[in-house]
């Protein structure tokens, strides 16, 4: 559901992960980050969220 409410709002699928880690796995923690930052470069920036021009007051 949320991933749906996302989508709709304009954010890319690739860059919302959702992991279940305990504060025991610090290894898997680091894999995980490790990996979500890699695919997330890897789509470059989030098109919807920039600007085309400056707004002026």
Same mark, same amino acid.
Request: cysteine-free; aromatic content about 8%.
């Given at each position: ?15 919302? @992960? ?14 995980? %980050?490790?990996?979500? %930052?890699?695919?997330?470069? %890897?789509?470059?920036?989030?098109? @919807? ?9």
């Amino acid at each position: 559901m949320m991933k749906g409410l996302l989508e709709y709002m304009g954010t890319e699928p690739g860059r919302l @992960h959702f992991s279940w880690i305990s504060s025991a796995e610090s290894t898997k923690f680091v894999e995980v %980050a490790n990996t979500v %930052a890699e695919e997330v470069k %890897a789509l470059g920036p989030a098109k @919807h969220f920039i600007k085309e021009k400056a707004e002026v007051a």
